[in-house]
């Protein structure tokens, strides 16, 4: 009896970790978050599209099983002329970009 006890025990414990590590990287991975982030989108080698003054770009989360997602989302302002400026009628839009785009995300240095 007292085996068997035992036994269960460790199992709830290993479940446990187990859950607890998903949680912590579904946490880590959830958000990246910086002042007056880029976002530039590639295609091949060149910048296909930018966004600027992104504050964070989130990872989604599943709503059943709160698993991440393979896409990106957040706010900031469409470069549309790509020339690196907050123009006056660039405006500020909602985005998704997908785990299989190549892009990356960095602090602005202006």
Not at 9 to 16: D, K
Not at 49 to 60: G, H, Y
Not at 85 to 91: H, L, R, Y
């Amino acid at each position: 009896m007292m085996k068997k006890l035992l036994a269960a025990s460790l199992l709830l414990l290993v479940a446990a970790c187990t859950q607890e590590q998903q949680n912590k990287l579904s946490r880590d991975i959830q958000n990246w978050t910086g002042t007056n982030g880029v976002l530039e989108v590639y295609g091949g080698d060149k910048v296909v599209k930018r966004w600027l003054k992104v504050d964070k770009l989130s990872t989604a989360l599943g709503t059943d099983d709160n698993l991440p997602r393979h896409y990106r989302y957040g706010w900031g302002v469409l470069d549309e002329n790509l020339n690196g400026v907050v123009d006056p009628q660039e405006k500020k839009v909602y985005f998704e970009v997908g785990g299989f785009v190549s892009y990356v995300f960095y602090e602005s240095p202006r």
